[in-house]
């Protein structure tokens, strides 16, 4: 990372690999050897303030004079801008002598366009250290720094393994979790092509007969559009996943389908009632307040009585569906015969970053991550209001059916309820 021959250095690396602390440490170095303007970006506000600048503050020590204000003050007279790249306009700012660019690989190629233009400084060409995890062959950053062609890149790679200061099996617990496409990428850090590659059809093995289950749950993973010929919306998906007694998994349904809000709503009531309160029911909590406020509508007024939750995934999709990719390619995730198999199998064989559509993969992530950890209990106790109210869904399905938009709304929630 102390490379200077070059305007554009990439640190890719595997998680833990020590990228943040290696960039961290350019910029020390440099910002006391070389008086002047220096840039430290992040993806968001928080990595900066959890992460990157402490990681800094640590290093520099009283080689800091003062911090505030997003500028961190050095002993030798530079300034340090700290930028956050949620929106890539952020990029714009002074001119820079050098600048750090952490978990570069989670930014468009809007905000790195825009940066490159600000390094010069004083009549000098300046400098740029991206550190980040690649993210497949086809993304901007491995046209960057994964191309040999190019005179002004030079790029340094590290696995997980290589940081000595990882706990002793740190990696090889992770590794268990992830596919081998997958470890390549997250922690041999290796430019590698994931679309289509994280899971096979051949993995999931399909069986005409259910095996004895420990816990069950439905959880649903929402969309709200019809497609009308011109577009080509996500999907609302359904997994009924089961936990088997001897520890493998079982997609035992899928309900698949493009609806209106109250579309959705009556089919999570339908599939709710017909599942039993035996199930769990999962949902997709969406970030902010009408995130909550739909779990909240669901939990108050339409599943009363049913063991409902909305869940708040973490990580995006690829790394959620890990434990699910790891377990097929161990030959231990089964898939109950039915008329939806073909359509889901060929969604896992597409699965990845680039994929068009991806609901019913992360609707069966999310059952499992949902169930490894606790094993839900399905049974739970409800009032006397609440039977009535269950009793009542039968009579709101059958008259929601007549409410809903249109005759294709209409026609496709009938199928679902086949």
Not at 4 to 14: A, D, L, Q, T
Not at 179 to 202: C, N, P, W, Y
Not at 225 to 251: M, Y
């Amino acid at each position: 990372m102390n490379e200077r021959s070059v305007p554009y250095i990439g640190f890719v690396g595997g998680v833990g690999s020590g990228k943040s602390f290696a960039s961290a440490m350019k910029l020390w170095k440099w910002s006391m050897l070389e008086k002047g303007v220096y840039g430290m970006y992040a993806p968001q506000f928080k990595h900066l303030d959890r992460v990157l600048i402490p990681i800094f503050l640590k290093l520099a020590g009283s080689h800091v004079k003062n911090q505030k204000d997003g500028c961190i003050d050095m002993i030798s007279g530079s300034r340090i801008w700290t930028y956050s790249l949620e929106d890539e306009e952020s990029a714009r700012g002074p001119s820079l002598r050098g600048a750090i660019w952490d978990e570069a690989s989670l930014c468009k190629q809007k905000a790195f366009d825009i940066l490159i233009a600000r390094l010069r400084y004083e009549g000098k060409q300046g400098w740029l250290a991206c550190s980040f995890t690649p993210k497949g062959l086809q993304h901007w950053t491995a046209e960057v720094f994964n191309n040999p062609d190019r005179t002004d890149v030079k790029c340094f790679h590290a696995t997980s393994q290589q940081n000595p200061f990882n706990p002793p099996d740190f990696v090889s617990t992770i590794r268990r979790q992830y596919t081998k496409a997958f470890s390549q990428q997250e922690l041999d850090g290796k430019f590698v092509t994931l679309g289509g590659s994280l899971m096979r059809r051949e993995w999931f093995k399909v069986v005409t007969e259910t095996p004895p289950l420990f816990s069950v749950m439905r959880y649903w993973d929402m969309a709200s559009t019809l497609a009308d010929g011109n577009n080509d919306p996500d999907w609302t998906a359904g997994a009924k996943v089961g936990r088997t007694k001897d520890g493998r998994w079982i997609i035992l349904d899928m309900r698949h389908a493009r609806l209106t809000p109250g579309g959705n709503e009556m089919l999570v009531q339908y599939t709710t009632q017909e599942d039993g309160r035996g199930v769990a029911v999962g949902m997709e909590e969406e970030g902010g307040a009408s995130g909550k406020s739909l779990i909240d509508h669901y939990r108050r007024n339409l599943l009363v009585g049913y063991n409902f939750r909305g869940y708040r995934p973490t990580g995006d999709k690829a790394v959620r569906a890990m434990p699910l990719a790891a377990a097929a390619e161990a030959g231990n995730v089964l898939v109950l015969q039915g008329a939806w198999n073909k359509d889901l199998l060929d969604e896992v064989e597409s699965f990845g970053p680039d994929c068009p559509h991806d609901d019913q993969v992360d609707a069966i992530s999310g059952a499992v991550n949902c169930l490894a950890p606790r094993f839900i209990k399905p049974s739970v106790g409800f009032g006397m209001d609440s039977v009535e109210r269950i009793t009542e869904l039968d009579y709101k399905i059958r008259e929601g059916l007549n409410a809903l938009g249109s005759d294709e709304e209409r026609a496709e929630m009938q199928r679902m309820m086949v």
